[in-house]
């Protein structure tokens, strides 16, 4: 029996693509580059926010720019996310009934996210109140998803185990943490990442399709 659910954020407890795709286009016409589409946003998000930069960049139009360069538009970025953290961004459907039914069920519920540590208790605030028992974003200490130090120190912290812990994610990276943790996992084909891409980027076989699906397999189990 799991003690804890773990979620992911983005994707998996939010859709947050409009709200990273504006801070993202907002920043880049501040730097005189060109827009990117929310399309290419969905492919590039979940690793984390430098790699979402790294790429956005380049692609709009910064080749040969310095590591200087970059880490300053990096700033400025997380600067206007952090800015507008909640423009454009809503809870996948039935979401707080589902959180609120687990913690009924006596589960202590987590996140855990590559998404700037403040940002993520900015966004997890607003939407869901006081409702998570552990919240982690990325920190300066711990290397991000998919290395699975923030998740050993979220155990740590807690006096819980890995078997204790169900692990909910969208995307490749929240599969490859997982299978580096040992955490048994359910992974979403709803979220930011099709059923096809997950297949072709990881060893899965099965899916969770819906958040009805995913409120069943919670839930019922």
């Known amino acids: 029996m799991k003690t804890v659910i773990l979620f992911d954020l983005d994707g998996t407890l939010l859709y947050t693509l409009p709200s990273i795709t504006a801070a993202m286009n907002r920043t880049l016409q501040r730097f005189g580059l060109r827009e990117i589409s929310l399309e290419r946003v969905r492919e590039l998000v979940g690793n984390s926010s ?52 687990l913690k009924k069920q006596g589960k202590q519920i987590w996140v855990y996210s590559n998404k700037p540590d403040a940002i993520v208790h900015e966004v997890v605030k607003h939407f869901f109140g006081d409702r998570f028992d552990c919240l982690r974003g990325y920190r300066e200490d711990t290397p991000r998803k998919p290395d699975p130090a923030g998740v050993y120190a979220m155990l740590k912290e807690s006096g819980k185990q890995v078997t204790d812990v169900l692990y909910v994610g969208d995307s490749e990276v929240d ?47």
């Open 175 to 221: 599969w490859k943490m997982a299978q580096a943790a040992g955490l048994d996992m359910l992974l979403l084909s709803y979220g930011f990442r099709t059923e096809e891409e997950l297949r072709q980027t990881t060893t899965a076989t099965s899916f969770i399709a819906t958040p009805e699906a995913l409120e069943r397999a919670l839930l019922e189990s």
């Open 50 to 101: 430098r790699y979402l930069v790294e790429h956005a960049t380049q692609e709009s139009g910064a080749s040969g720019w310095t590591y200087e360069q970059t880490e300053h538009f990096l700033d400025a970025y997380n600067a206007d996310y952090l800015a507008h953290p909640i423009e454009g961004t809503t809870p996948y459907p039935g979401t707080e009934a589902l959180l609120d039914a």
